[in-house]
């Protein structure tokens, strides 16, 4: 397999690229990210596509979330803890209540490009160019601002890697100990309905795991966490740029994150970014709405997984909640027909955004549960495993989705409205939602008799 070049991809033709004036300084930023290390390993990429595989076969559970659109200056030790820290909560809460291996996957160290559904933005009769992300333009709204600019990829790089290396030193070096449950809530908002729930369940894990350690149960596995960066492969000049073929196998693999996804605005079977990715040997999302043809669908799994492998497929279905229960079935039934068995994820908040009268972009909590629940109902009625969730979130507790815990109202967006772009579950709601999940999951899995228990070959955390 080899990787097209360049200007063949471009050839071939891309939606939602950036409008870039300074070829030269293209080419430069282009060369230096093609003179920089690979961000992730090949091999890691191959890890995480066997652990999707066990998600695909329904012995697994994978938990993909995190920020809609990282922003440089959201590159702080703080921000990436309590991201961590909440994903972690939330994939322990899963583990312990549903008794299901979770997978865990970051929207991160790479989330920097946003498809827009407008090219140009108009405030007050200016009209500009569109906030693209940061390694796009700025939120700035000024004409310098919104100005596409080649230099941010490389900032993106750098910021990425200096993520990737705080991400990595606190999933191995003992800030995911299990052991320390209990403490990565410590300092967050209290008395919540949802702060006693964890804190009961985490006094649960300790007891179970103080049995399990007088057991003789080794210490790395309490101490060390699998986790896995990803983002949507959106912009050709960085992700070509990170395409490298491995040395060990000599095939080629995006080494811009583990798992990359296409979204639901560019992957046209005939465009770029279905051809870059078909050639990459990493796990691959694709991100599909209600509006999928069934002949697309057909010839998107075809092209990205032509030997029907084990885990490279995922996908993130956001249909929104009104849509999910009629529109899910053919979707499933046309990829079977295929022959393939995807992993099937839910994306419950792109299709359940909405604007309140006060201009706020929001989704609300129990729309978001609505769109989940359906989607268990759905693969309940084929059979299929319902294999993930896919989620915009953050560990900060922001205000930017209404509902669940804490019952945001519209009026409560304007406190913390952070977001550079989707409003996010902030951590409160994010645990939630993983104690609702938990409970559909564990009846999805007892209904199955899966027992992890008598599975100790597929666990390894
Ligand atoms: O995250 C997805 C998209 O980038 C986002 O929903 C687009 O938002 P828009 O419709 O405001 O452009
Ligand atoms: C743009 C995104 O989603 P979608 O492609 O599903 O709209 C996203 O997940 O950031």
Redesign the pocket.
Same mark, same amino acid.
């Given at each position: 397999m080899t990787i097209p070049s360049l200007p063949d991809l471009h050839a071939i033709g891309a939606s939602q690229q950036p409008t870039y004036l300074d070829r030269a300084a293209v080419d430069a930023a282009v060369a230096e990210l093609g003179a920089r290390p690979p961000l992730v390993f090949a091999g890691e990429c191959d890890d995480l596509k066997a652990r999707i595989a066990d998600v695909a076969q329904g012995r697994a559970f994978l938990l993909q979330a995190g920020d !809609?659109?990282e922003t440089f200056d959201s590159v702080t030790a703080v921000n990436i803890r309590n991201s961590l820290r909440v994903q972690l909560s939330m994939a322990v809460v899963l583990q312990y209540a549903a008794q299901v291996p979770v997978v865990k996957v970051g929207r991160i160290a790479g989330q920097y490009a #946003?498809?827009? @559904?407008?090219d140009d933005e108009t405030r007050e009769g200016v009209t500009l160019p @569109?906030y693209r992300g940061d390694a796009v333009n700025r939120l700035a709204f000024t004409p310098e601002g919104r100005a596409h600019d080649p230099h941010r990829l490389v900032e993106v790089y750098n910021l990425s890697a200096a993520t990737l290396n705080l991400v990595r030193a606190f999933v191995q070096g003992g800030f995911a100990d299990l052991r320390t449950v209990h403490s990565w809530n410590s300092d967050f908002v209290r008395n919540s309905r949802v702060e006693a729930r964890y804190e009961a369940l985490s006094a649960e894990i300790e007891r179970a795991l103080a049995f399990m350690v007088t057991c003789g149960v080794s210490d790395d596995a309490l101490k060390v966490v699998h986790y896995y960066a990803s983002h949507e492969a959106l912009l050709l000049e960085y992700e070509h740029a990170l395409a490298r073929i491995d040395s060990r196998t000599g095939q080629p693999y995006g080494t811009s994150g583990h798992m990359l996804w296409i979204?639901e605005r560019t992957r046209q079977i005939d465009g770029a970014h279905v051809e870059l990715l078909s050639r990459l040997r990493n796990p691959i999302g694709i991100k599909v709405g209600p509006s999928v043809a069934a002949s697309d669908l057909r010839a998107l799994v075809e092209k990205l997984d032509p030997d029907n492998e084990p885990g490279r497929l995922t996908l993130i279905t956001r249909l929104g909640a009104k849509k999910v229960r009629d529109a899910l079935p053919a979707i499933i039934e046309t990829v079977q027909a295929t022959g393939r068995t995807p992993a099937w994820v839910c994306d419950p908040m792109?299709g359940n955004?909405f604007a309140t009268d006060n201009g706020y #972009?929001t989704r609300a909590f129990p729309v978001i549960w609505d769109e989940v629940d359906g989607f268990f109902d759905v693969h309940r009625e084929l059979g299929t495993w319902p294999g993930g969730v896919h989620l915009?979130l953050t560990g900060n507790d922001v205000t930017e989705c209404v509902g669940g815990v804490g019952e945001l109202a519209e009026a409560d967006l304007a406190h913390r409205y952070e977001t550079a !772009?989707?409003p996010r579950l902030n951590r409160n709601q994010g645990l939630e939602l993983a104690f609702y999940l938990a409970e559909r999951l564990n009846e999805d899995r007892t209904r199955r008799g899966y027992n992890p228990a008598q599975d100790f070959e597929a666990i390894d955390l």
């Open positions: !809609c659109a #946003k498809p827009r @559904s407008n @569109s979204g792109h955004t #972009k915009e !772009c989707d």
